[in-house]
Every structure is written in structure tokens, then in C-alpha cells.
């Protein structure tokens, strides 16, 4: 009998939980909506979403270290009003203490909890030995590479015999033969009968690692974030990727990830306003590399594919896939790329022709873009303050994002030679050429 058919109970249950945050003019920021998820006993669970589907947030709340600001959490029955006493978190930055040793780091924890000094080395050898750095306790973190420095953070959580191991992105900062080392390794360790934790969840964007892990993956829309599909793993570990099944399963997450029939449904980028449609956060070279390798296709190519030959993950896709498609360059239908009449004229076309086709399309259909020509068109001399936007975006977005936003519009209008930017009087001005604006009685008109 597996670990997972003898251990069913319910460790953590989560029930409409939502996650809104204040931002800086009062408004409100929702992250999460109507999430509703059990965690197991004997199952690895992985959480998968593009940036912006509040994943890491999510990790977050069942840790205990932020709180829901709707519905209810509970382990093992009880409702969780703090820190979440069975639960250990591993983080993508590994988060160690460069001045103590790796022995100290590992009995962190432990010291926390009030353990005793002799117990406390007992059990941070133990978990340095699990991990495979036994001969390094008296190393710093700095005498370390990445690979080991995370292996001091697997042991930092396994050393506390947590019911619930959460991790967030605990490899996407190693390199590729590092993080698919630690994952085998991970793997490994889950089947040996002394593993002192009950279940995972891990937090990631790649697809590959979600179903080489998982027993179940949760894949998360955006805006907010809402769980729109639970895709089960039947396979027994280890999983050989080759295997059919295995790219099967991938492509359906990647036309989940990428569809449109699972998310709520949105504004044609025409008649969006900035807070309701944010731009993705992709430059300009990016996404027409992007549409230049799907023009050398010929004009349709498999997402998963590119991924695979340019060596990227989802996430750093689909930003560029989801600039293109608001542009009306491409559209994607189940995971494939197709460049539209106006996308394939852009790619085909010199320089100045391409310029004229990116500056038409982006100031009908990128919203932002389009809110500030509609600005400077209004304005008496064709410049507003970029703080007059900042402030406007600020409503919709907390501080960060609302300056990335502005950044991004900023980038697309100066390529598009709609306007420019001063960063010394921080000054959006328009371009007086640009066919969109013409000086009419000494006014803007777009």
C-alpha cells in the first residue's frame, strides 16, 4: 500500500478564501478570489499560474504568515489565526543567515520553538545527513554553491518534521542540471518510509516540474487569482518526460494556461481601461522576436515548442504572447501561436512601415497607451506630468506595479514615436510628427 492510499486525512482545508490588499489612494487590490482547496496527507500538490495569479500569496496564507481577507483556513480542524504550526516553508531565495554556519541555520527553527541544545544538533544533523551535507556543518553560506545553500534550506524546514512542506520556486534560482538534481533527489526522499513530512505543495511556473512532482496540479487565472483547473498526475514517480503521457499532460496545462475559454471574460483591448486590462510586462523587442519566430514558422507554432527550443519557462512567454495578442498581432488557440494579416505585415515590413503598423495598433489597443495620448491630446501644450498618470494608476495598481505599468507604456509610445519621456522634469511629451496628434488652434488633437 502506497503512503497516499494508507494517509488520506485533511491537513489544511481552505474554503473561499480571498486576498484583497489597500493600495496607496485607498482602493482596493484583489489578489485571490474564491479559492477553495484541500491538502492531504501522502500527496504532492503543485500550484501553478502565470505572474499575477497570486500563487506565492496563496503559499503564503497556508503558511500562515499572511491572513485571508475572506473565507476560512483550517488545519487539521482547527481554524488558523497566525502562523501555521505544521507547516515549514522552503523560499526561492534560500534566505540564509550569511554569519552563522550551516548547522546553526538548519537548528533556526528549532531554537524558535525552544529546544533543547543537545536535541537541537541531533536533529539538524539528522536533516543535514537527509539532504546530503553532511561534512559541511561548519561551513558559511558564502563557501557554498546555490544547489548546496538550497539543500540548507530543504534541511532548515525538514529539521522542524512539518506536516505540510511548502516551497516557493525552490529551484527556478539554481541552474538547469542543479534544479533537476535537487527535484530527483526530492522525489527520491518522498519515497523513503522516514521522510518527516506528510505532504508538499509547491509553488512554480513550469509545467514540466509540476508534473514531474505532483500528484495533483492546481492551475491558477489571473486578475485575480482563481483556481480554474485541477489536473491529476496518476503516474508513479519517477516520470520519464519522454513518455507520451507525460507531453500530453503538458500540452493540455499549456492550452489551460493559455486558453481563453477558463478565464473571465475581459474587454476587447479597444475599449478597456488601463486598471481593467494592465499592459503585460513585455519591451518591444521582445514580443517582435516573439512574432518574428512564429512568422519563420510560418506564421503558426506550438508554444510548448518555442519554450523548448529558446530553453524558457511559461512565465517568461507568456508576457510576450499576451502583448502580441492585445496588439493584435497574434491570437493563441489551444496552446498555439498564429500571426494575424496585421502581424505578419508588421514582421515583414522595413523599419518605418513596421513603426507606423505598431504605433496604429498601439494606441487603439493598448489601453494605457491609448489613456495618455488621450491626455496629451487635451493637454494645452502636448505634455502632462508622468506623475499625473502614476497617480491616475494608483487607483487600480499598488505603487510597484503602477511605476512598471507607466515604465512599459512609456517604452511601447517612444518606439512608437507617439511621445516622450523626460526623466529630469518627468515630462511625457507628444511627438508633434506622429500622424495621431495634429495642432489645431494651438491645441492637441488625437
Known amino acids: 500500500m502506497t503512503t497516499i492510499e494508507a494517509n488520506r486525512e485533511v491537513l489544511l482545508d481552505i474554503s473561499g478564501v480571498g ?62 489565526n497566525g502562523s501555521n504550526p505544521g507547516a515549514a516553508l522552503v523560499f526561492q531565495s534560500f534566505a540564509l543567515m550569511p554569519w552563522l554556519t550551516v548547522q546553526d541555520n538548519v ?28 561534512g559541511f556543518e561548519s561551513a558559511y553560506p558564502k563557501e557554498l554553491s546555490g544547489g548546496m545553500r538550497q539543500r540548507v534550506g530543504f534541511a532548515r524546514a525538514l529539521v522542524l518534521e512539518p506536516d505540510l512542506l511548502l516551497m516557493d520556486e525552490p529551484f527556478s ?35 514540466e516540474e509540476a508534473v514531474q512532482l505532483a500528484d495533483r496540479v492546481l492551475v491558477l487565472g489571473a486578475n485575480p487569482g482563481r483556481i480554474i483547473a485541477e489536473v491529476p498526475v496518476r503516474q508513479p514517480r519517477p516520470r520519464n518526460r519522454r513518455a507520451p503521457w507525460f507531453e500530453a499532460l503538458v500540452d493540455e496545462i499549456y492550452g489551460l494556461l493559455t486558453g481563453r475559454d477558463t478565464e473571465p471574460a475581459v474587454p476587447e483591448p479597444d475599449k478597456a481601461t488601463p486598471t481593467a486590462q494592465p499592459l503585460p510586462d ?43 495578442e492585445m496588439l493584435g498581432l497574434s491570437t493563441v488557440e489551444d496552446g498555439d501561436v498564429l500571426l494575424t494579416d496585421v502581424g505578419t505585415r508588421f514582421t515583414a515590413a522595413d523599419i518605418q ?26 493637454s494645452t501644450d502636448g505634455s502632462l506630468r508622468a506623475g499625473f ?21 512609456i517604452d511601447w509610445g517612444r518606439y512608437a514615436e507617439l511621445y516622450d519621456y523626460d526623466t529630469d522634469s518627468d515630462k511625457i511629451t507628444a511627438d508633434p510628427a506622429a500622424q495621431v496628434f495634429a495642432g489645431v488652434r494651438g491645441k492637441w488633437t488625437a
Do not use: M
Not at 537548528?107 to 553532511?134: H, K, T, W
Not at 519563420?296 to 519557462?313: S, V
Not at 512601415?353 to 487635451?378: D, M, N, W, Y
Open 282 to 324: 513585455a519591451s518591444v523587442g521582445g514580443l517582435a522576436g516573439l512574432v518574428e519566430l512564429v512568422y519563420a514558422k510560418g506564421g503558426h507554432a506550438d508554444l510548448p515548442d518555442i519554450a523548448d527550443e529558446l530553453n524558457f519557462e511559461i512565465d517568461d512567454l507568456l508576457p510576450l504572447v499576451d502583448a502580441a
Open 19 to 80: 486576498k484583497r490588499f489597500t493600495g496607496a489612494a485607498g482602493d482596493e487590490l484583489r489578489v485571490l478570489d474564491g479559492i477553495d482547496l484541500q491538502l492531504r496527507g501522502g500527496e504532492i500538490v503543485a500550484l501553478l499560474g502565470r505572474s499575477g495569479s497570486g500563487k506565492s500569496t496563496l503559499l503564503r496564507i497556508i503558511a500562515g504568515l499572511i491572513a485571508p481577507s475572506d473565507g476560512e483556513v483550517t488545519y487539521r480542524g482547527t481554524p488558523l
Open 107 to 134: 537548528e533556526l527553527g528549532l531554537a524558535a520553538r525552544n529546544v533543547a541544545p543537545a536535541e537541537r544538533r541531533r536533529r539538524a544533523l539528522d536533516a543535514i545527513d537527509l539532504i546530503g551535507l553532511d
Open 353 to 378: 512601415e513596421s513603426k507606423r503598423i505598431f504605433a496604429e495598433q498601439v494606441r487603439h489597443r493598448a489601453p494605457l497607451v491609448r489613456t495618455i495620448c488621450t491626455g496629451l491630446a487635451g
Open 173 to 207: 534560482a539554481l541552474d538547469v542540471l542543479t534544479a533537476e538534481n535537487l527535484r530527483t533527489e526530492l522525489v527520491n526522499l518522498w519515497a523513503t518510509e522516514g521522510f518527516p513530512t506528510k505532504a508538499i505543495c509547491v509553488v512554480t511556473h513550469n509545467i
Open 389 to 409: 498618470f502614476l497617480d491616475l494608476l494608483r487607483r487600480g495598481f499598488g505603487p510597484e506595479d503602477a511605476r512598471r505599468q507607466l515604465d512599459i507604456a
